[in-house]
C-alpha cells in the first residue's frame, strides 16, 4: 500500500463501491495515526488489499498539525507491530472528512462529542473506538452480510446494528470508552496504549471483514 503524500488509502479510489473508516484524535500525530496504521495492517493482514473489497482507511485531528508527521514514538509502536508508518502526514478534521465517512472512531468521547456537533448526520455512524469494539462483540456476526458477498455491505450493516445497540449496551465505566493521550509521555505508556489501540481493534476488523486474525 503506498502512500502518495502521506495519505495513501485516504486518497486512492477503487471501483465500486466503497465504506470509508475515519480515526480521529486530537492532533493527528499520536492516537489516530496509530489507530489508522493498525487498521490498516489488521485489513491487509485478513483481505491482502483493502482497496480490492472498497475499505479505505484515513484519519484526522480535532486540533490536527496540517502536513505534521507522526509521534517518533508512535512509529516506534507501529513497528513493533510490523505496520507501515512511512509516508504519513497529519491533517485537521474538517467538514468533508465526515460527510465521506461511513464509520467515524474517536479516541474518546470528547472527540466523538466534536464530531458529531459538526452535522452532516454523523450521530449514527460515529462512536468512540473501544465504544464501537464493545458494540461489536454483542452483535451475532451470522446476522451480517456475508462478506463473501462484498465487504462493504457487510461494513455498513455493522454500523447499523451497532448504533442500534448503542442505548441499550452501556460502559461499564466513565473511562472505558477512552483511549487516553501519550502525547509526550515516555516509549513504555505509548506501548501500552498502542496495546489497547489493538487489543480493540482486532475484533472490529474481524467483524468487519469476516475473516479472524492469523494465528
Known amino acids: 500500500m503506498t502512500a502518495p503524500q502521506g495519505r495513501g488509502i485516504a486518497e486512492t479510489s477503487s471501483t465500486g463501491p466503497t465504506f470509508r473508516i475515519l480515526h480521529v484524535s486530537t492532533g493527528n500525530v499520536c492516537r489516530s495515526p ?18 480490492t473489497g472498497g475499505l479505505i482507511v484515513e484519519s484526522a485531528g480535532t486540533w490536527g498539525h496540517e502536513g505534521a508527521p507522526m509521534e517518533a514514538n508512535a512509529e516506534i509502536v507501529l513497528a513493533d507491530f510490523g505496520a507501515d ?70 461494513a455498513r450493516a455493522l454500523v447499523r446494528a451497532a448504533a442500534a445497540l448503542r442505548g441499550w ?11 487516553f ?26 467483524a468487519l471483514t469476516g475473516v479472524p486474525p492469523r494465528a
Request: proline content about 7%.
Open 169 to 179: 449496551l452501556l460502559a461499564p465505566s466513565p473511562d472505558a470508552d477512552e483511549v
Open 181 to 206: 493521550d501519550p502525547y509526550g509521555a515516555p516509549i513504555t505508556f505509548f506501548r501500552s496504549i498502542g496495546d489497547e489501540i489493538h487489543q480493540a481493534l482486532d475484533p472490529v476488523v474481524t
Open 34 to 51: 496509530i489507530t489508522e496504521r493498525l487498521t490498516r495492517h489488521a485489513l491487509s493482514d485478513r483481505l491482502g488489499d483493502p482497496l
Open 85 to 154: 508508518a512511512s509516508g504519513f502526514m497529519g491533517r485537521e478534521l474538517l467538514d468533508e472528512h465526515v460527510i465521506r465517512a461511513d464509520l467515524v472512531l474517536t479516541a474518546t468521547r470528547d472527540h466523538r462529542a466534536q464530531v458529531i456537533s459538526m452535522g452532516h448526520s454523523a450521530g449514527l455512524r460515529t462512536f468512540t473506538l473501544k465504544e464501537f469494539t464493545r458494540l461489536v462483540r454483542a452483535i451475532d456476526p451470522t446476522t451480517l452480510p456475508d462478506p463473501h458477498e462484498g465487504v462493504v455491505e457487510r
